[in-house]
């Protein structure tokens, strides 16, 4: 098995590890982990409660990251702040996104932050400690602050005094990780706005136009100087498909509680071709064009299982070649949270097979992939963690059939599936 790890200095946000709703959580003893979330110890489409720890709030010294051609032309320190994530429904939270300039403090940006959870596994950190890792897949709608100043890198053009919308929708992954037997966290984000070709299509966006048809914007915490984040393009990985699971999240249980997740049968996910979608060109290779399918263990009602597939369909007019994966960078030195771990956002239209509706859906999915950093192992003796991690919800859902109602992409709306797994 690959491992992958990441390595902290002992300064961590302080958060308690109570009781958090309607989610059952026993404080560990000293050197102990949390251990499994639960969700994998239901049958299939059961109703069950899930073992999460209390999420604090956070303050992260980050990077304002800009690209022009998938190329980086622009590059701002940042101080980005999180409040505590309020538990929604089983599995999604919401917080107050904050970012603000960080040589004058200006504020740049604001606006809720969804994190949709997917999954939590352990690390050991160089030292050897263990060190347990919540994900989450980040939605965010940001609005501009006003002030008298320019808004610098990454306020994108489409928002005032540039442009006329309101918000700007950024999608990526937020990991929240705990040194076993503490209540302290450390934390890593990474979000991206992309260029007018994904966020702003005539007749699929909520917020139309052109703004900004070559540039796109990336937000990244932390960046500091015992841990810098490098903007690099690096390829994506592929193979076929080693963990882990899918989910539904719709909350048809009610009550607060989850339904179990299906573990990954079978799947792939293949690279196909790299280069730049904003505009189209072979290089900077910043994009991964990947082919992503597989199916679950649950069955429905007919016999079918529950399946995934990216697809290609009316490109370019429908703006996604299948999975669409977006390098941002790296961070760069492994002995400090979270190591040199390397980060992808992801984003395409999927067909969907959900074993406990027994329906068909095109949804839209965005997440995020990572690679490298410290070495992981699961929280229970099933499935197989390597060092490749993708994490997805859906953000637009509609049955095979319709009725379809666009637009489809631009901001953020309600999650139905998650799909996370892991690739050699």
Not at 153 to 173: D, E, M, Q, R
């Amino acid at each position: 098995m690959t491992n992958r790890m990441t390595v902290f200095p002992r300064t961590r946000i302080v958060g308690a590890l109570f009781v958090l709703g309607v989610l059952a959580w026993t404080v560990p003893a000293s050197g102990q982990c949390v251990g499994t979330d639960g969700l994998e110890l239901g049958a299939c489409c059961q109703p069950l409660s899930a073992n999460v720890p209390t999420f604090p709030q956070v303050a992260l010294p980050g990077l304002g990251i800009c690209w022009d051609n998938c190329a980086v032309t622009g590059q701002n320190p940042l101080k980005v702040d999180w409040t505590v994530p309020t538990l929604v429904t089983c599995g999604q939270y919401v917080s107050t996104l904050t970012v603000s300039d960080a040589g004058s403090g200006l504020l740049l940006l604001t606006g809720p932050l969804v994190l949709d959870y997917t999954r939590t596994w352990m690390e050991v950190d160089l030292s050897g400690a263990p060190v347990q890792v919540w994900r989450f897949v980040a939605k965010a709608d940001l609005s501009w602050v006003p002030s008298p100043a320019v808004p610098p890198c990454p306020v994108p053009s489409c928002l005032p005094p540039f442009g006329p919308h309101p918000t700007a929708f950024f999608y990526g992954y937020v990991d929240y990780s705990s040194l076993c037997g503490t209540i302290l966290f450390e934390n890593a984000l990474v979000l991206f706005h992309g260029c007018d070709f994904f966020m702003h299509k005539p007749g699929l966006s909520d917020f139309p136009g052109v703004f900004h048809p070559m540039r796109s914007y990336g937000i990244v915490a932390p960046h500091h100087a015992a841990q810098p984040f490098l903007p690099a393009n690096f390829p994506a990985p592929g193979g076929p498909l080693v963990a882990e699971a899918v989910r539904n999240v719709n909350n048809v249980v009610g009550g607060g509680l989850c339904i179990a997740e299906d573990t990954v049968q079978s799947g792939l996910l293949a690279p196909l071709a790299n280069g730049c979608l904003c505009p189209f060109a072979v290089a900077p290779t910043q994009a991964t064009i990947r082919y992503f399918t597989g199916r679950g263990t649950c069955v429905d009602s007919t016999g079918l299982n529950a399946s995934w597939t990216s697809l290609l369909i009316s490109f370019p007019t429908i703006p996604w070649p299948y999975l669409v994966t977006t390098s941002i960078g790296t961070w760069t030195l492994p002995g400090v949270y979270p190591g040199n771990e390397i980060a992808w956002v992801d984003e395409g239209l999927f067909s969907y097979h959900d074993a406990c509706t027994a329906k068909d859906y095109f949804e839209v999915f965005y997440g995020a992939s990572t690679s490298q950093g410290w070495p992981v192992f699961p929280t229970t003796s099933g499935g197989v963690l390597t060092q490749n991690f993708t994490d997805m919800a859906d953000n637009w859902s509609a049955t095979v059939g319709g009725p379809y109602i666009f637009p489809m992409l631009g901001s953020i709306r309600p999650t139905d599936h998650l799909i996370y797994v892991n690739v050699p």
